[in-house]
C-alpha cells in the first residue's frame, strides 16, 4: 500500500510540511548560522529562501534538495537553506518562494553570542499524540525560548514519516498557538534533537518502509564520529534491498553519523549523543571522539550534553539502562556542568555527581548506586555545583512513570535531589556565569528551581 502525500500535506500545497528553524550541517563551524527546512511536493517547482535582518532582502542560495522516494511512500523533497552571517541575538525575517511567488513567511531569532543571555527549554518523550503533548508545546512556546533541545523519543512508535506527519508537526508547527492544539513553535524557534530508541532503534523495512526519519529530517551539524552502517557502533539495517539502498540515498551523510553531534550556542557547548543500548560507549573511539570534543570547548564557560537514556534516576522503570555510566569519567574530566536525558516519562535532578574512585570500566561497579554526591548543593543558598547534575526531562507528553514516587525521597536513590512525574519541561537561562533552571508543568507553574553559578 503506498502512503499517499494527502495524508502528509498540510493546508498549504505548496508544502508537503510547513518550513522549520534548524542549526544546519554547519560545515564552516560558525555558530553566528542557522538554516531552514521544509517538506516540499516530487515536482519540477523552482524554489527559492530570502532573508533579512533590519535591511534588504538576500538570497540563502542554493538551496539542498534530497529527494526522499522509499518504496510504498508517496516520494517527496527534503529542502534546506542555510541563513549566515547572521547579527548575533537579532529577528531574522525569512520567506520562502515557489516559482516566483512567495508563499510562506515568518521570523526567528538569531543565535545568541557569548556576552549576551539567552534562554533554552528541554523536554522529551513528548510526539505521542497526546493532549499533554499540545499543552506542554503551548507553554513551552509562550516561553519565547531561543532554543528546544529535544531529549529523543521525539515522534512514537518507531520514529517514522508518517507518524512525523500525525504526532510531531501538527503539535509544534500549527498556525496558532493554542492548549488544546500546540504552536508554531518550529517556524520561529531553533529545535535541536538527540535521538531515542522509539526514534531510530527499529531499522527493519520489511516491517515498516518509512522508518528512520530522524536521519532525513533534522539538519544539524555532521561533526560526529564517523560509523558506518553495520559496525559495531551502528545497527544493521534490514528487510528489502530496494528499501534500504532507498534510505541511504535519501539520508546522504546524515545516516550513521547525524546520530552523534556538537555545536556551540552562547556561551555554552553541546554535545549530543546516541545513548541507544547497540552503542558501545565504553569502545575507545567513541571515548576519545567525547573527550576531544569536551577538550576543544574548554573555553566556553558552560558545557552540557543532550542525551535519551539517563545514568542516573530513581524509577523502576528503565533502572537497567544504564550504559551512559561507563563514560560518567569522561563527562567529569570534560568539565560538563548538566546532562539532559530523557527516556523516563517524568522529571528528576541529581545532586552533583562525581565519580570518585570508582572505576567505570567495571560493569559491576556501574551498577553500585554508590556514587560521590554533593549533598550541600542546594541550587539556592548553595550554588557551587562540585560534580556533574544530571537531568531527566522526559515529561513532554507520553504518559507519566512511577508516579508512586511522587513526594517521597526515602524511595528515592541517594543521587536524586528532586522527583516530580508530572508533564512539563526545563526552561533554562543562561547569564554569563549564572545557569537558572525552571521546570516549568503542563498549566505553567513553576514546580522546581534551581541555580547554578560559576
Request: net charge positive; aromatic share 12%.
Amino acid at each position: 500500500m503506498i502512503l499517499p502525500l494527502a495524508i502528509l500535506s498540510p493546508s498549504n500545497p505548496a508544502f508537503v510540511q510547513l518550513p522549520y528553524i534548524q542549526l544546519g550541517h554547519r560545515v564552516s563551524g560558525r555558530s553566528n548560522e542557522l538554516a531552514v527546512a521544509w517538506h516540499a511536493p516530487d515536482d519540477r517547482s523552482r524554489y527559492q529562501l530570502d532573508y533579512r535582518q533590519k535591511g534588504d532582502w538576500k538570497s540563502a542560495g542554493t538551496l539542498e534538495s534530497r529527494r526522499v522516494a522509499l518504496p510504498k511512500v508517496g516520494a517527496f523533497r527534503v529542502i534546506s537553506g542555510d541563513l549566515i552571517g547572521l547579527k548575533s541575538g537579532e529577528t531574522v525575517e525569512y520567506r520562502v518562494s515557489k516559482d516566483g511567488t512567495v508563499v510562506f513567511a515568518s521570523e526567528t531569532i538569531a543565535p545568541k553570542n557569548d556576552r549576551q543571555d539567552y534562554t533554552f527549554a528541554v523536554f522529551g518523550d513528548c510526539g505521542r499524540g497526546t493532549s499533554a503533548q499540545a499543552q506542554i508545546s503551548y507553554q513551552t512556546y509562550a516561553k519565547k525560548p531561543d532554543f528546544v533541545v529535544m531529549t529523543g523519543d521525539i515522534v512514537y512508535d518507531s520514529g517514522r514519516i508518517s507518524e512525523y506527519a500525525k504526532k510531531y508537526f501538527p503539535y509544534y508547527n500549527s498556525a496558532a498557538a493554542l492548549r488544546s492544539v500546540g504552536s508554531p513553535l518550529l517556524r520561529h524557534t531553533l529545535t535541536v534533537g538527540a535521538p531515542g530508541n522509539h526514534d531510530i532503534l527499529d531499522r527493519n523495512f520489511a516491517k515498516s518502509p518509512d522508518l528512520l526519519a530522524y536521519f532525513l529530517y533534522w539538519i544539524q551539524p555532521l561533526n560526529g564520529p564517523l560509523t558506518q552502517d553495520g559496525d559495531p557502533l551502528t545497527p544493521t539495517l534490514s528487510g528489502p534491498a530496494e528499501s534500504q539502498a532507498a534510505f541511504r540515498e535519501a539520508a546522504g551523510d546524515a545516516y550513521p553519523r547525524g546520530a552523534n553531534y556538537s555545536f556551540d550556542y552562547g556561551n555554552a557547548h553541546w554535545t549530543v549523543l546516541d545513548a541507544n543500548r547497540y552503542v558501545n560507549w565504553s569502545d575507545p573511539k567513541l571515548r576519545t571522539w567525547l573527550a576531544e570534543d569536551l577538550r576543544r570547548a574548554q573555553g566556553k564557560t558552560w558545557r552540557f550534553i543532550a542525551l535519551h537514556q539517563p545514568p542516573f534516576h530513581s524509577s523502576a522503570t528503565h533502572q537497567a539502562e544504564k550504559q551512559i555510566r561507563a563514560i560518567a569519567d569522561v563527562i567529569e574530566k570534560g568539565k560538563v556542568d548538566v546532562v539532559f536525558g530523557g527516556h523516563v516519562h517524568n522529571f528528576q535532578r541529581t545532586y552533583p555527581i562525581s565519580v570518585g574512585s570508582k572505576d567505570v570500566t567495571s560493569v559491576a561497579n556501574r551498577e553500585l548506586n554508590d556514587w560521590p554526591i554533593n549533598t550541600k548543593f542546594d541550587g539556592k543558598t548553595n550554588t557551587r555545583a562540585e560534580g556533574v547534575i544530571y537531568i531527566v526531562d522526559g515529561a513532554g507528553g507520553a504518559p507519566m512513570y512511577d508516579t508512586n514516587l511522587n513526594g517521597t525521597p526515602s524511595k528515592w536513590l541517594p543521587f536524586t535531589q528532586n522527583y516530580i512525574a508530572d508533564f512539563g519541561f526545563s526552561h533554562v537561562r543562561i547569564s554569563g556565569r549564572k545557569f537558572m533552571l525552571e521546570q516549568i508543568d503542563k498549566d505553567g507553574k513553576t514546580v522546581d528551581a534551581i541555580t547554578i553559578t560559576k
